[in-house]
């Protein structure tokens, strides 16, 4: 036997119920499963996501946020410059941060350069991602007298109906 006074029965029992006293029975332990923790119950990501967060995290991890910016820029330009202001331009092109609107008009490219400022803040706004530094208003298409392989520098016909 042990040098230490035995307990009585009652308090080993009580103290092998709570613990803190190892029992004479072995218990039979239940082997685990080793857990990678991507399909463990109630833990962090486990919730399920909507598709318009599953649709954010695929193109943020895709690089796509500007393009769809852009996109979404011309899609939208109604509601950017206004309903009456999109009646008579549109935006035709955007290269190196600056975006080129045409008009319907000379009179009315100019009327959208003094308002410049407040449809680029506008743009800068609603879509940060599209990259745009800088708007460039034109006018319509005319036609040029100087295109094709024969084309020479200069002022271009001048009493050519006279």
């Not at 309903?83 to 290269?95: E, F, G, K, M, S």
């Not at 959208?112 to 449809?119: D, K």
């Given at each position: 036997?042990?040098?230490?006074?035995?307990?009585?029965?009652?308090?080993?029992?009580?103290?092998?119920?709570?613990?803190?006293?190892?029992t004479?029975?072995?218990?039979?332990k239940?082997?685990?499963?080793?857990?990678?923790?991507?399909?463990?119950?109630?833990?962090p990501?486990?919730?399920?996501?909507?598709?318009g967060?599953?649709?954010?995290?695929?193109?943020?991890?895709?690089?796509?946020?500007?393009?769809?910016?852009?996109?979404?820029?011309?899609?939208?330009?109604?509601?950017?410059?206004?309903?009456?202001?999109?009646?008579?331009?549109?935006?035709?092109a955007?290269?190196?941060?600056?975006?080129?609107?045409?008009?319907?008009?000379?009179?009315?490219?100019?009327?959208?350069?003094l308002m410049?400022?407040?449809?680029?803040?506008?743009?800068?706004?609603?879509?940060?991602?599209?990259?745009?530094?800088?708007?460039?208003?034109?006018?319509p298409?005319?036609?040029?007298?100087?295109w094709?392989?024969?084309?020479?520098?200069?002022?271009g016909?001048?009493?050519?109906?006279?």
């Amino acid at each position: 036997m042990s040098d230490e006074p035995e307990l009585p029965e009652t308090m080993s029992t009580y103290l092998r119920l709570r613990g803190l006293e190892p029992t004479p029975y072995r218990k039979k332990k239940r082997r685990r499963r080793a857990d990678d923790g991507e399909n463990a119950p109630f833990t962090p990501g486990r919730d399920p996501r909507g598709l318009g967060d599953v649709l954010s995290a695929l193109t943020h991890s895709a690089g796509w946020e500007a393009q769809l910016s852009r996109e979404d820029l011309v899609r939208t330009w109604d509601e950017v410059a206004g309903a009456d202001t999109a009646a008579h331009t549109r935006p035709v092109a955007l290269d190196a941060g600056t975006l080129t609107v045409q008009a319907d008009s000379t009179a009315w490219a100019k009327q959208l350069q003094l308002m410049r400022a407040h449809i680029l803040s506008e743009v800068l706004r609603r879509f940060p991602e599209a990259g745009v530094e800088a708007i460039r208003f034109v006018g319509p298409d005319v036609p040029s007298w100087k295109w094709g392989p024969r084309a020479v520098p200069g002022r271009g016909p001048r009493d050519t109906y006279g």
